[in-house]
Every structure is written in structure tokens, then in C-alpha cells.
């Protein structure tokens, strides 16, 4: 029976009419789920019971264009692109979902009708933070962008208990809280035990050759644990599409664990059991930076593991051979944490389909295409080869067997050159030895690319020179984005709503024509509306701030903010420098003219990575003393607002006037945030990194703050002997601030608080926070002249703002499938309609 049809047939009525769009069919079916769902009436119902009520309305909206998606594409055989990412971090869906259908104001009526805060019902949402930062959201707005532009696409990750750690301040310090975000339940995944799928760990391996003469190897492990799948549908912006979002979640085997019951040995048994669970548990929270812990290679070849057999499971399904595996699937590779994915597929084809090796091979790289996110050393994964071969004996012979090709291969193109064969092997032989991921996942890739220009030009040249010299047409680069549909559209609805009764609502799904807006800079009405608009945005942040942080800010004064995971390479502490030099100006001359400023921080610190958790007591501590120093007079006010996440994202871009994206030149791979800030009008002052040079190269020298060394400079002090003292000397200025914090100032008088921070400045300087120092400074100035030029200050944001269309994740995904994943759009046609019209 064709299959569409079939779906139609079972479930056609109901559906589509508890689809309907409108506002009175939304009210009816939130009250039926109140009370059929929640099993609640309105005198005893929670605001999370109403927050569920209509997320469940709104659900049985989405699930019309979900199993419509999937007819049309099976029904098509659509060529599908697998997104394998470790990390997806998501924001709330409630409100992206409404956007998406384009029933946001229906649903706000429905709700306030029925005597509800409509705000304050979609505040219920915990949030999924499955993700660190930067690479997570990327994965997320990439995967709305697929659903936008009609690409079948399947996000495939892993469904942690416990998303990223909550974030509080206490004393100043970071704490972390567990981020229980299942707790009340999850009304946007749809659990799909019958795909489960078996994922095997530890053991040995035997090899035997048959009769035949063939020579066949047989992995036996030592654990097995089941993957069971959760979807969540990802809405494409008004269109038919409901793509999906695959996680994975780990569970105790029945059958395995089976037998040591039956040896009586329950407690083994429960603990087996327990152990198994524990591998989708928790997500790591370590941002560019690699433990080597052998639960964390668990986790990765686990749900790698299981998003390949499922992807198999997908084509036998369509009766597809797996000779044609690359042709229904491109599968992109976030960063190396899925790398094990080239031996995977490997083992699959080979030992468990008894494809030829070659044959393997070649579909194996027709698959795979590698994104790198990083250049920082420190997060170039590697496992050390004891650890691997435990926990992956047969994978280990695997990538043995592709190197001594690979590096054969090698031989031949340079011969005698044993150095770069070493450099280029997938095994680190230099001290113990380590498989490296990132050479693992070059070899078994036909695409490699970098998420700005510089980044991929430094891949270039520096971190992947060798692969790049072996194969430069694999190169390519592809600049980041983020969709703005929840970075404008949900995020900045006043923003949003003058946009779009000035030019239309194209610019929504066609970001470039936010272009038509240039000319509106020079209209004074304008002008004045884009303040307005702002004013109210940063009226709002400064209430979440008063509520949070308990200090009063000025929505008048400029709101100069820096958020993102904090880093030394990301230099959080110049910005804190800065601050330390107007305060010591604002008490040399009370007087000063000085335009006050709001200093607004958010970010969360590797719970282990004590420099960082450092940097936050800094920060705290300026705060402390600066905002309650008469003396100052409100001119000056730093805040640290707990526990950045998407959803308090939503709140703090749009209120921005500055944005700060101040990392080492040649250390930030692209940044995102940078373009959130853009696209919601807030100026940049940046230094020469990441997609910082492409925001500046669109919005003109004239329209952005730029600062400090550039990369070959920064190489060039590099290799001279950089002395930081040296500059800490030759500064007055500098030297006033960096003794201040010394001496205890910031820390109650505690001379010993920042002393690692001091020093590690004063002696070492890894990032070069002294050598920009005094640009940064005299750049601030420039920002502080030019704030109080209001009118001109105005129509640099606008133009920021109608300059950032580049800055689309709909434009990244273009390119990746122009250059890489050749995946057409396949457009989805409702079942109901079909249906009605058959
Ligand atoms: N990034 Br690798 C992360 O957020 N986490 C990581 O583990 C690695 C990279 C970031 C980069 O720092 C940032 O510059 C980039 O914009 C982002 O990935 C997305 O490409």
C-alpha cells in the first residue's frame, strides 16, 4: 500500500482538524489538552501544566507537516544530509515553534483570552542546553536553516540527561547546579523504541580466514548497550517541512545483561545496567578543550554508532544497496567528535556487509565531510592508543589498516620525506602514542572546510598544511551564520515589526534584503523609531538585570556587552582591564565628561578550568567596588548576568549597543555572536579574527571599531620573544591597573586572590592582553566619542544591521550544498491537502 496514502487514510480527519491555524481551534485544543493531557482544570492547573497544555496544541500542529515530510521524502528517496554533532544546543522550541507556523500572535490572543501571561507561560520552558556554546548553536541554526530551504536533513546527537550545568553566582564565584531539564517532561520529543539499535564496547577481536579464502574478523565485545531513538521535529519558516532531530539515548540491553542474572549475580547485573545509562548521562562541559576520558570517546562512538546503523536501517528500508550509501546520504561531521564515524562506517560495510575493503573505502569517503571549528592546540582531540584500543579494539585495527594505505600512499607522492609521513600519520608516534582524530577524520572526508575565512586560510597554512598540500581541492571554506528567525524574528519582535512595515517580510527567509533598510539611515523618523526600539529592548534587559544581578543600570546609558563561554584566548579580562582604566580616570578627575556605560558579562566557565572561573571573580569584583563607588556617580556600572544560555541570549542581543568580540587575532575560528550582535544593530569592536574581518569587510571600516595586533603580528611578536613585563613597564597607565589587582583592590584586600591571574599576565601573556592593550583603550575612546553623536550612532546600527544578510545561516547552508552536500530541495506537499484533492 503506497504509504502516503496510507498515513492519509488512518489518520486524515482528526488531523487536520485539530491542525487548524486559527485562534479559537488553538483555544479548544489547549483546553483539551489541559484536561486530556495534564490531567488538570484551570483551578488547579500549574503554569507549567498551561505551558504543556499549549505545547501539546501547538504539537499536534507540527505533527501534520512531520508525517508529511517523511512520506514526501520516502515516497521521493530523497538524498538526505545526516548532521553528526556531539552538541545541539536548541533554546527553547515553544516560541520558535509558533514563529515557524506563523501562528505566534494567535496563539499570544488564544492565551490572553483565557486570562494567561503568555510571556510567562513560554518562561516555563527549560530550555535544552545540549550544547557548550558556539558549535552547538551552529548545529542548531543549521539545522533550522535545512528545514527553511526544504533540505531533507536528519540532525543526529545525543540526548543527555543532564544538559549544560546551570550557572549561579555566589560570592562572586561561579557555581554549577545540574541542568535537570526532563524533569517536568519533554513535550517536543517523540521516544522511537521500535529503532533501537544495538551499539557494542570493550572485548577483543578474532580473525579467521574461510574456506574460501576470505579473511573475516568477528568483534567480541565486552558491553553492549541499546541506543533508543528521540525525535524532535524541526520546523522549516513557514513551509510544509518538518525535518528531524534524531538523539540518542543510552540503555541497558535486556538480553545481554540477562545472562550474568541468571548466573545469580543480580547486583552485577544492576550495576551493569546502571553503567550502561550512564553513557548518554551528562554532557561534557569542556569547551575546545580535551580530557581524554574514556567515557567521553564512549559517548561519541556511541551515538556515531548508532546514527550509522540507522542510516543503514534508512536504506534498507528503501531497498537501497549500500553500494549507494553515499549517494542517499552526505554526512557532515561537526568538529572530530564524531570522527570515529569514518572507522564505523568502515566495520559496518566491511566486517558486518561484506563489502571489498576498496569498495568500502571509496563509499566510506564519498560520505564524510569534515568542518573544523578550532585552532587552539588544546582541542585538537587525540586518544591515547591504550585507552582506544579497549574501548574500540576493532576500530583501532581499522584505522591501523587505513593509515598503512594512506601512508603508502604518502611514500609515493613524497618520497624519502619520512618527517612529513610522521606529521601526516593518523598516529601520534612522537612520545605515547595517540590516535588523532582530526587526521582520521581529513583521510576518511572528500571535503574539508573552515567557518570563516581567516580560519580556513590558517587550516591552510598552519594547523592541516600537510592535507592541504596532499589534497588541496578538498579545501573549502564556509563562513558561519545563524538563522534569523529566532536571532531576529523571535528574539526582537518590536525590531522585527519595524523591518518588516518598512520593506516587507521577505528579508525573513532572503536575509540580504535587509539592504533596503540602507537608505532609511538617512531618515530622521527612522532614526528615531530604531532608538525607540532599542530603548525599550534595553528596558527590558535592565529589568531581567535588577531581578538577577540586584543592580539598578540606566537604559539610557550604553549597554557595552561581551557574552560567550569564558576563555583567556576570548579575553574577558581586557575588557576588564579597560574598565579598570576609566574607573582609575573617573576618580583622577570626578568631573570627566564621560557617557555612562552599562558593562554587561555572561558566560559559563569549564567547571575545571580555574583561570576562567578566575576571570568571573574579577569581573564580579569590579563590580562590586565600581558600582557602589559614589564617586563614580552611576557613569559606570559592570554586571555578570548568571547562566548565559539561548534563552537569556534572546533577551541580551537585542539590547546591545556594543558588542565585544576582542579574542587573539588568529584564535577565534568565526565566532557567532558576533553576528546575533550585528544583526540586531549593535556596533563591534573587534580585533582582526574569525568572522570579525567579514563583518567589518560588509559593514565598512566606517561603521565598525577595530583594535589590536593582527595575525602575522601577533606570530611576528611571537617569534621575537614576546615580554609582557616589558609592556607592563613601558605603561603607566597599564601598570596603575594590573598593580591594583594585585594588591587586592578588587578582592577585599586579598593580595593572593588574583595572584595566578597577575602573574600569568605579567610572565607569560599567552594571549597577547598587554600588547593590545593600549589599542584597545584608545579604540574605547573612539566608541565613547561617537556614542554621544547620537544621530550618527544610529545610523551605524542601522547600517550594521542592514549589512548582516551574509550573515544567514540560510546562506551558509547554500553553500554547503552548492560545493558539498549536492542535496536538492524537496519541497513537502500536506497530506490532507493531497488528500482532498484526491
Ligand atoms: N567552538 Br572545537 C566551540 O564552541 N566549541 C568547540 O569545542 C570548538 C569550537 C566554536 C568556535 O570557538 C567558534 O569560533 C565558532 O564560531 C563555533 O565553534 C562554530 O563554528
Redesign the pocket.
Known sequence: MDTRAAAAAVDHRPLSERAALNKEALKQSFLDNLFHTQGKFPALASKSDYYLALAYAVRERLLQRWISTAAEYMQKGARTVSYLSAEFLMGPHLGNNLINLGIYDEAKQAMTELGLNFDELLAQEEEPGLG????GR?AACFIDSMATLEIPSLGYGIRYEFGIFHQSIVDGWQVEKTDKWLRYGNPWELQRPEWAVQVKLGGYTEHRSEEDGTLTVRWIPSRLVSGVPYDTPILGYRNNTANTLRLWSAQAPESFDFEVFNRGDYYGAVMQKMSSENLSKVLYPN??HEGGKELRLEQQYFFVSCSLQDMIRIMQGQRLPLEHFHEKFAVQLN?THPAIAVAELMRLLVDEHKMPWNRAWQVTCKTFAYTN??LMPE?LERWPLPLFKKVLPRHLEIIFEINARFLDEVRRRYPGDSARVARLSLIDESGPRYVRMAHLACVGSHAING?AELHTELLKSDVLRDFYELWPNKFSNKT?GVTPRRWMVLANPRLTRLVSDSIGEDWIKHLDQLQKLEPLAESADFRSHWREIKRANKRALAEVIARRCNVAVDPDSMFDVQVKRIHEYKRQHLAALHIIALYLQLKAQPNLELAPRTFIFGGKAAPGYRMAKLMIKLITGIGDVVNRDPMVRDRLKVVFLPNFSVTNGQRIYPAADLSEQISTAGK?????GNMKFQMNGALTIGTMD?ANIEIREVVGADNFFLFGLTTPQVYALQAQGYRPHDWYEQDPQLREVIDMIRDGYFSRGDASLFRPLVDSLLWHDPYFLFADFRSYVECQQRVGETWVDTERWTRMSILNSARSGKFSSDRSIRDYTKDIWHAPSVPVELLTEHHVRA
Open positions: 557548550n556554546g558556539g558549535l551552529l569547551d575546545e568538529d571549528h578550532t582541542a567557518v558561519n577565534e575560528a568565526s565566532g557567532t574569525g
